[in-house]
């Protein structure tokens, strides 16, 4: 019975990888084993001779089996460290030939996978969660300042609107009657200073070191206003120095210390804070690396899906990125595909049509179905082209995206567009920007069956601010729309809000697409009218005439709700215009839902800020979150 089997599996190996298929793995079983019983022999003689030296020079009488034992163990285990190494390439190569197909491959491969691949798998963590001491440094800094303070508030910002503006939505949110002291969380990590609380009957206070590191300062409800205000009028400079000169102005004097405070030092287990950081601006440098960024329909939508019109901006707030590390093996055929992100690792494709031929793509996490997805509509373009891929290098994909999810922000097809970039570059391949866009809508719409429209992947493509047109007798003809680029100049300045727990955006469309499809004549005229508010917000913002884009705004968002009705809008969205409307404002979508997107309408101008302020506070309150719109360039 097993010589049966030693010979059905010899002929299975011989009819699947031909005679060198028995050999596999020989180079790192030769390397092993001609090494093992040297070392093996060696360390026996010589342990063996020691002992015996050792015993009789110290007249002890040990029973030989017991030397010869001990030397024969001690022999063992450093042959099998010693060539430990390759028998674990031998293992790989002859269990997994495909992915492990010679030694020099294995080798590099393994080194890849195991040493620099964990500087890449801290990218896209917060550094306050990095462990000191197996704690987070987060973790750290609290216990610290617990020492110190009763009531803690961390203060994030979703863009560079300054730590004064996030001061101010402290005070007003969690009601704050008592003055606060704030201190910079450096303090605590540094080796020359010590922590030092001052009473002060001066409401505005602020103590530093020698080398001008702030270590606290304490300001009054009344010039934490005016930083707010002047912080918007002056831009985004560093807070510290702008607070510094706006309390030195009022004579206030600085006072500094020096003493010292033991400074906690970062580690892991394998990789330290230091190493991470000067191997990964190394590593990644090897890298193709490309963001796409978040979306706002201005305009129109959701008639792009509708042979419509919209206008829509590409902002810098919010972004994925994709980054890809090509695999070179001079000596070796045929490289891996390996996709990784935050999340974890996929990994082991022999090449773009193996992914390309998959259909189980729903098995997978919703960003790695993007990626996969991605690529076979890549593969299948140059396909259908006639271009054959030259994949035999192989290569690594990392991904990532902080843009909010299901908000109606293009988080799905920033990826796409990210990854689809990386691919362009990787195989030095031009495609004009439309046909870009109409692959990555394919990527959704006809391999994952996601309900989408072109507005995303046509504004991620170009960039800036576009006006589209979707023309149906244009997009017949040519596959695809009329893409007119705008100067950004033109736009007032703009606003986002979205839910912290918003539905799945994809759902929005489906309803009415499906009446639209039948040739329901209400939603037909009903898509014409998107087309009439864009052509008319074109020319307003042409005219730089903001009452009449806002009003233009309003009609958008007031149409929409005519067609889909309340129950599709959401009771979310719905307060969020209601808070926006309260304060001055005007607002609508900017996608499919769960975000909205403002400018700000009042009379006078004056109070433009302060309306914003109000707005943003509101907003928090209610557990929405906020933030000014940054475009992007192109």
């Known amino acids: ?146 020492r110190h303070f009763k009531h803690i508030y961390l203060l994030t910002n979703a863009h560079t609107q300054g730590v004064f503006s996030d001061l101010n939505i402290l005070y007003q949110s ?154 070179r093996f001079p000596d070796d055929p045929k490289g891996t595909i390996n996709i990784m992100s935050v999340s974890g690792t996929l990994g082991g494709f022999c090449s773009l049509q193996s992914i390309a031929n998959r259909e189980d793509y729903k098995k997978y996490a919703s960003g790695d179905q993007l990626v996969l997805a991605c690529i076979k509509a890549f593969y299948n373009y140059h396909s259908s082209m006639g271009i054959t891929l030259d994949d035999r290098e192989g290569f690594d994909l990392y991904y990532e995206s902080n843009i909010p999810q299901q908000v109606g922000l293009a988080g799905s097809s920033a990826i796409i567009t990210a990854v689809f970039n990386c691919l362009l570059e990787l195989f030095e391949i031009d495609i004009p920007l439309p046909i870009q866009a109409n692959i990555v809508l394919s990527v959704e719409q006809d391999i994952l069956g996601i309900t989408a429209g072109l507005q995303d992947r046509v504004i991620q493509a170009y960039g800036g601010l576009v006006y589209m047109d979707f023309n149906k007798e244009h997009m017949d003809k040519f596959g695809y729309g009329i893409y007119k680029p705008l100067d950004m100049h033109l736009l007032p300045d703009l606003w986002l809000a979205y839910a912290n727990h918003p539905s799945d955006s994809g759902k929005v469309h489906n309803n009415i697409k499906q009446r639209f499809l039948g040739g329901d004549q209400e939603i037909i005229g009903a898509m014409k009218k998107f087309t009439e508010l864009v052509d008319s917000a074109l020319q307003a913002l042409e005219l730089k005439d903001y009452p009449a884009l806002a009003d233009l705004m309003t009609a958008n968002f007031n149409h929409r709700r005519s067609i889909y009705g309340d129950k599709v809008i959401g009771a979310d969205n719905l307060r969020m215009i209601g808070l926006a409307k309260n304060h001055h404002c005007v607002a609508k979508f900017p996608g499919s839902g769960g975000a909205i997107v403002g400018m700000w309408n009042g009379s006078n101008p004056a109070h433009r800020l302060d309306d914003l302020e109000a707005l943003k506070i509101a907003l928090v309150k209610e557990g929405y979150v906020f933030c000014h719109i940054v475009p992007k360039e192109i």
């Not at 050999?23 to 090494?35: C, E, K, N, S, V």
């Open 174 to 327: 969690k009601h704050i009657q008592d003055e606060i002291i704030v201190m910079d969380a450096n303090v605590f990590f540094r080796s020359d200073i010590d922590i030092i609380v001052v009473s002060s009957q001066n409401s505005n206070v602020i103590l530093q070191t020698e080398d001008e590191v702030a270590i606290y300062f304490k300001i009054s409800i009344d010039v934490l206003s005016q930083l707010v205000k002047q912080a918007s009028e002056i831009g985004n400079i560093s807070w510290m120095k702008r607070l510094k000169d706006f309390l030195i102005s009022n004579q206030l004097s600085i006072a500094q210390t020096a003493p010292h405070l033991d400074l906690m030092e970062y580690y892991t287990d394998d990789c330290s804070l230091t190493e991470y950081l000067e191997n990964w601006m190394g590593y990644r440098n090897r890298h193709i690396r490309k963001r796409a960024y978040a979306r706002v329909g201005l305009m129109g939508n959701p008639s792009d899906g509708f042979y419509g019109k919209t206008i829509s901006l590409l902002i810098s707030n919010f972004w994925a990125e994709a980054i890809i590390l090509p695999i």
């Open 1 to 146: 019975m097993f010589i049966k089997r030693v010979i059905s599996i010899t002929i299975l190996v011989y009819q699947k990888h031909s005679g060198i298929g028995l050999f596999a793995g020989y180079g790192a079983t030769f390397i092993r084993d001609a090494p093992f019983a040297g070392i093996y022999l060696f360390f026996y003689e010589g342990c063996k001779s020691w002992g015996n030296n050792y015993l009789s020079s110290h007249h002890l009488t040990v029973a030989n089996a017991a030397v010869n034992m001990g030397s024969g163990i001690i022999a063992g285990m450093a042959a099998t460290c010693t060539t430990q190494p390759f028998d674990m390439l031998k293992t790989r190569m002859q269990l997994k030939p495909s992915q492990y197909r010679n030694l020099i491959q294995s080798t590099v491969k393994i080194f890849r996978s195991t040493v620099l691949l964990k500087y890449v798998r801290h990218r896209g963590k917060p550094k306050c969660l990095f462990p000191i001491s197996n704690m987070p440094a987060l973790e750290h800094l609290l216990c610290q300042i617990k």
